[in-house]
Nanobody, 125 residues
Framework: QVRLVESGGGLVQAGGSLRLSCAASVSTFRNYFMGWFRQAPGKEREFVASIGWSGGSTDYLDSVKGRFVIFRDNALNTVDLQMNGLKPEDTALYYC??????????????????WGQGTQVTVSS
């Protein structure tokens, strides 16, 4: 079982920045791709970003490329999402996610094995 706890959401003006953090309670963190999804009101949950063990294998939703960066700290079992240049359309409940895989595309294509409880990000115009 993997427990994921997010923090760092909040209210920010358009063009601003936020950093989300997720702490994973798991003994074999290296075996998990970590990622972030989001769900806006009235919309389906969508993939945002993912990162492999080494940190060199990342994947991003096209609309966040160049604005968001995903990091992981394997010593602390954390994964962060640095969000810059935020837009009102980034407003959503953001979920940390984990998938037991070493394959880059699986998080995006098949979804995670585990979810966090979510943290709200609201971007005002």
């Amino acid at each position: 079982q993997v427990r994921l706890v997010e923090s760092g959401g909040g209210l920010v003006q358009a063009g601003g920045s936020l950093r989300l953090s997720c702490a994973a309670s798991v003994s074999t963190f290296r075996n998990y791709f970590m990622g972030w999804f989001r769900q806006a009101p009235g919309k389906e949950r969508e993939f945002v970003a993912s990162i492999g063990w080494s940190g060199g294998s990342t994947d991003y939703l096209d609309s966040v490329k160049g604005r968001f960066v995903i990091f992981r700290d394997n010593a602390l079992n954390t994964v962060d999402l640095q969000m810059n240049g935020l837009k009102p359309e980034d407003t959503a409940l953001y979920y940390c996610a984990a998938r037991f895989t070493k394959l880059r595309n699986e998080m995006r294509e098949n979804g995670p094995d585990y979810w966090g409880q979510g943290t709200q990000v609201t971007v005002s115009s």
